[in-house]
């Protein structure tokens, strides 16, 4: 691909220019769950320049092509590879961080919640996101992924129609997901912490954006690549 139109679909971009997602997540375009409408209308609904927009990603990448990237094309993995990584790199890491973000999480909202009201809300959303995460991989490791691993050695019609009734709900449960963490990088102003804030504020803060970047990635990788395989 050599330059980015109005045609293109925020998925097709992060599969080729992995990067753009550092663009999309700072101009509020999805590119996970409801990333597979092009730019064109993305920009006609949330008003946005395209021009500007096309310009800053094209050049971005021109600079990116420059530099020795390993690009992986996820469309040439076979989906029980892809399962494996899904779990081994984005599950490992939400299995680890979970609970002990959570605990800088209710720190900062017990310390400065008095004065920083918002952090009621972030201690609330961040608790649920927790919640349904941790049971969604449990859904996709003990459930789903299987299934997808069982048709790839014996396909059959009515395992694929299984399949495609599970992905539904896991979908849904994506985006469900996906609106939380809009809603927190919302309330915290793209996560950038008060000028006065102490040292566990700006590391909460600074983990939760890791984590936005990890989960967008994760959810990329099942929705638009993953589960089109099937």
Request: aromatic content about 8%; hydrophobic content about 35%.
């Amino acid at each position: 691909m050599s330059q980015f139109t109005t045609e293109h679909t925020p998925a097709e971009i992060v599969k080729v220019f992995p990067k753009a997602s550092d663009l999309f997540k700072e101009r509020r375009i999805d590119f996970c769950c409801g990333g597979d409408r092009p730019l064109g209308d993305v920009f006609k609904e949330g008003k946005i320049d395209e021009t500007v927009v096309l310009g800053e990603l094209n050049s971005a990448f021109d600079s990116w092509k420059q530099e020795d990237h390993e690009i992986v094309d996820w469309d040439a993995i076979p989906p029980t590879e892809l399962i494996d990584h899904v779990v081994h790199t984005h599950h490992a890491y939400l299995n680890e961080e979970l609970p002990a973000l959570g605990q800088f999480v209710t720190k900062i909202f017990r310390v400065h919640g008095a004065n920083h009201p918002h952090l009621k809300e972030l201690h609330r959303l961040y608790n649920d996101f927790k919640v349904d995460m941790e049971e969604h991989m449990i859904k996709e490791e003990g459930e789903v992924f299987p299934l997808i691993k069982e048709y790839e050695k014996n396909p059959s019609e009515k395992l694929l129609d299984h399949i495609h009734e599970a992905n539904g709900g896991l979908e849904d449960e994506h985006e469900a997901s996906g609106n939380i963490l809009k809603r927190m990088r919302e309330i915290t102003k793209g996560f950038e912490p008060p000028a006065d804030a102490c040292s566990s504020y700006r590391i909460t803060y600074a983990r939760l954006a890791e984590m936005e970047a990890d989960t967008f990635q994760h959810v990329h990788l099942e929705n638009n690549i993953l589960f089109k395989k099937l």
